[in-house]
Nanobody, 126 residues
């Protein structure tokens, strides 16, 4: 059973930076991508970014391009989301997720993931 655990959330001010971490454990084999999503208060969960196994291919939501960077360290089973120039409207619970089987990277951008963490809250004050 794959377990996904996020960390690094916390209160920040608009314009600040924050780095989230995601540890995915319990999986055998390699080749799986990983993704970040977020759910603002009272809204639907939305895609943020995803990265392939080797780290050389990424997809970002238009709203975060140029400000957020997704990366991973496979030796540590960890993925990261570096968030710069945070905006007050980006207050949300941020989730990390992984697929249950090999699938195209684009599948993550539409939320086709099987294992989800419990999320980490990032309040952004104005």
């Amino acid at each position: 059973q794959v377990q996904v655990v996020e960390s690094g959330g916390g209160l920040v001010q608009a314009g600040d930076s924050l780095r989230l971490s995601c540890v995915a454990s319990g999986r055998t084999g390699s080749g799986y991508h990983i993704g970040w999503f977020r759910q603002p208060p009272g809204k639907e969960r939305e895609f943020v970014a995803t990265i392939n196994w080797s780290g050389d291919s990424t997809i970002y939501a238009d709203s975060v391009k140029g400000r957020f960077t997704i990366s991973r360290d496979n030796a540590k089973n960890t993925a990261y989301l570096q968030m710069n120039s945070l905006k007050s409207g980006e207050t949300a619970v941020y989730y990390c997720a992984a697929p249950g089987a090999m699938s195209p990277l684009e599948a993550a951008s539409v939320g086709l993931m099987d294992y989800w963490g419990k999320g980490t809250l990032v309040p952004v004050s104005s």
